[in-house]
């Protein structure tokens, strides 16, 4: 069976219904694969012995571990996993009822509805999971926030669980995920200072440098302490570009900048630059030949024969490779995937309720007629430029609010100012979701309506499971009329599919002329 997988959890999933065989697009492989199933298995098992008990913090943390593990592009490493695996086994001794191990779970082949809801539980726990640890590395935990990893799993290997029992699970999964983004930006904003706005360039200076991707400020943080005085400057990719807008990061001044864009372009961004890359959270892809040998793991992330960089988070072989390399001899020039040459970012929630006060007056003017929230998830599969168009073609007279990787499309466009502000802000990672639901809140307040009645529209891009945990979340508000692209869910069977539409008037994408025009009309 190590030969045979399934698995349908990320939006580029083969055929759009799901990866079989050998491996999986994402570069997985059977073995692989099934072996986060059996870690799956192993988190349902444990789940299941403490019905009736309070984890302790050992189990806490191997709960979140193990479900941040499996997330999309984390690990590659079946000894890892397996070993991850047999410490949660030794906190059990209950197994729970599924197929065999080394092969897919038995959920993946369960009536689709139970699949389709168990499935959207399962994947809202895993992205919550990597915001509570985010949370958790920098000291700041919830024991209900924890406690409930435990009660959603129980729930996913409930044999006797129903439609009806599992709908409002689903839901559950938002509302306590709202408490985790919120606790993940006390904990960033407490520990790093309030996000203000700051434009990032996104060349490259000469000398030795380290490429800093994924999402964990605190694994940044310390490789700037270990890098200070040491001649090697720190570049920031992908999820890690709003870190140059808190106080307690940009003092360091050998935190140049930002280099590349989002996660699916790094084994080109990658694959000749004279630098060692440090991925600190889930983002990763299989590593090209010519450049594996300067990529570092740390944190969950793992993949064969890569330098691992344990719990004493000890930089000095990444610092070394950096030294060893040089950088380049010359300053090199890069832009971003429409030929913009510098970002901006630290638009936070803190920063956007500042000058409420003009929004407000803005919009009362109609010098501000709508806003658009285009944010979530960059991936590979075509279609994505729908994004880039979408924010090009937005009226003069809107602002478009964005937040996570799905930015890289269009956020070194200059698409101008309105109303003494810029147009274009981008609020943060991914978690800072978080954000922009305090700035639906707050408008809300100040117009005295519902946050549906509100000229506000989301525009989402989804590839993995803290995408899941989001829209759960904005479900668990009543937001409606999402559209959401650039593909359907696969786990989403068509009869809870038509429930969402119903219910909250979730659409896909079509064109950014259509969808422009139905969201403001």
């Known amino acids: 069976m190590e030969n045979k997988m399934f698995c349908f959890q990320c939006e580029q999933t083969a055929g759009c219904s799901g990866c079989k065989g050998s491996a999986g ?22 789940a299941m012995a403490l019905d009736a008990k309070t984890p302790n913090d050992e189990q806490r943390k191997l709960m979140l571990e193990g479900l941040f593990t499996t997330v999309t592009n984390v690990s590659f490493n079946a000894e890892t996993t397996a070993a991850l695996a047999q410490k949660i086994d030794a906190q059990s001794d209950s197994k729970p009822d599924c ?31 990597a915001y509570t640890y985010h949370a958790m590395m920098l000291g700041y935990t919830d024991d209900e926030i924890s406690d409930f990893f435990f009660e959603g799993m129980r729930i996913v290997g409930d044999a006797g669980a129903t439609v009806q029992s599992l709908l409002p699970a689903a839901l559950k999964v938002g509302e306590v995920n709202l408490k985790c983004m919120a606790l993940l930006d006390k904990a960033n904003t407490q520990t790093y200072g309030a996000p203000s706005p700051v434009t990032v360039p996104l060349g490259i200076e000469k000398g030795p440098f380290i490429v800093v991707t994924g999402h964990d400020l605190k694994d940044l943080q310390l490789l700037l302490e270990q890098t200070q005085g040491q001649g090697v400057n720190i570049y920031t990719h992908g999820e890690m570009l709003p870190a140059h807008a808190y106080p307690e990061l940009k003092k360091y001044s050998h935190l140049k900048g ?5 996660w699916q372009n790094q084994q080109n961004e990658f694959d000749g630059i004279p630098a060692p890359v440090l991925f600190t ?10 450049y594996s040998d300067r990529v570092f793991t740390t944190g969950v992330v793992s993949y064969p024969n890569a330098v691992h960089i344990g719990e004493d988070k000890d930089f000095k072989s990444v610092i070394d490779k950096a030294l060893e390399l ?11 995937i429409n030929g913009g040459t510098q970002v901006t970012t630290g638009f936070g929630h803190g920063a956007i309720l500042s000058v409420a006060d003009k929004v407000v007056e803005a919009v009362k003017s109609g010098a501000i007629r709508h806003f658009f ?21 937005t009226p003069k007279d809107s602002i478009v609010l964005t937040l996570a990787c799905g930015k890289y499309r269009f956020n070194d466009l200059d698409i101008g100012e309105i109303a003494g502000l810029p147009r274009l802000m981008d609020m943060g990672q991914c978690n800072d979701a978080y954000g922009a639901i305090q700035v639906a809140v707050a408008l809300a307040n100040a117009f005295g309506c519902g946050v549906n009645d509100l000229p506000l529209s989301y525009v989402l891009s989804w590839y993995e499971q803290k995408a899941v945990c989001i829209l759960l979340t904005l479900l668990y508000l009543g937001i409606k009329n999402i559209r959401l692209g650039p593909s359907l869910p696969a786990f989403i ?3 809870i599919l038509n429930y969402l539409i119903e219910r909250y008037a979730i659409a896909p994408i079509t064109t950014p002329e259509e969808d422009i025009a139905a969201l403001m009309g």
């Open 281 to 290: 959270t889930n983002c990763l892809m299989p590593p090209k030949a010519s």
């Open 493 to 495: 069977s068509p009869n």
């Open 25 to 46: 697009v994402c570069g997985k492989s059977a073995l692989v694969s099934n072996g986060q199933d059996d870690l799956t298995r192993s988190l349902i098992g444990l």
């Open 373 to 393: 929230l285009v944010a979530g998830c960059d991936g590979a599969k075509p279609g994505r430029n729908y994004y880039t168009e979408f924010v090009r073609k």
């Open 326 to 336: 040089g950088g380049y001899a010359e300053n090199a020039t890069f832009t971003g």
């Open 258 to 262: 930002n280099f590349g864009t989002a």
């Open 99 to 129: 197929a065999p191990r080394g092969e897919p779970l038995r959920l993946w082949s369960a009536d689709e509805d139970i699949r389709s809801l168990k499935s959207l539980i399962l994947f809202g726990l895993r992205g919550m999971a």
